[in-house]
């Protein structure tokens, strides 16, 4: 039976266009790679605009990737998103948060989740 891990990724950075990308590292540990789909939760503030990218281990997540908050609130919201299976691999992988729009927000962490064989 298969069962469920996660990471916790603090990020603590504010998005601008002095600093609009930040890679952070993270393990999975054991000897086998992930199984099944994964997803990951994103602690994100003041997102006014929908371009902004999700990348782990060097691959785009598919669709909109922070979603802008509802009037323009600067309250903390929590957003998912799916990885696809192959994307996390057994030992370090790297998460990376790119601004591509013109906005400024704020990203608190990340909680990456999977299945394990």
Same mark, same amino acid.
């Given at each position: ?36 789909d994964?997803?990951?939760? &994103?602690?994100?503030?003041? +997102?006014?605009? @929908? #371009?902004?990218? %999700? ?35 057994s030992g370090?992988?790297? &998460?990376?948060?790119?601004? +591509?729009?013109? @906005? #400024?927000?704020? %990203? ?10």
């Amino acid at each position: 039976m298969a069962r469920s891990d996660f990471n916790w990724v603090s990020f603590q950075h504010d998005f601008t266009a002095i600093s609009p990308t930040v890679t952070r590292e993270f393990p999975i540990e054991g000897n086998q790679d992930p199984v099944d789909d994964a997803y990951l939760l &994103i602690q994100v503030r003041g +997102v006014s605009e @929908d #371009n902004h990218k %999700i990348r782990i281990n060097s691959t785009d997540l598919p669709g909109l990737d922070l979603q802008p908050a509802p009037s323009n609130s600067q309250a903390w919201l929590l957003w998912m998103k799916h990885i696809r299976p192959g994307i996390l691999k057994s030992g370090m992988n790297t &998460i990376t948060i790119t601004r +591509v729009a013109n @906005d #400024n927000f704020r %990203i608190g962490g990340v909680a990456i989740n999977w299945r394990e064989p």
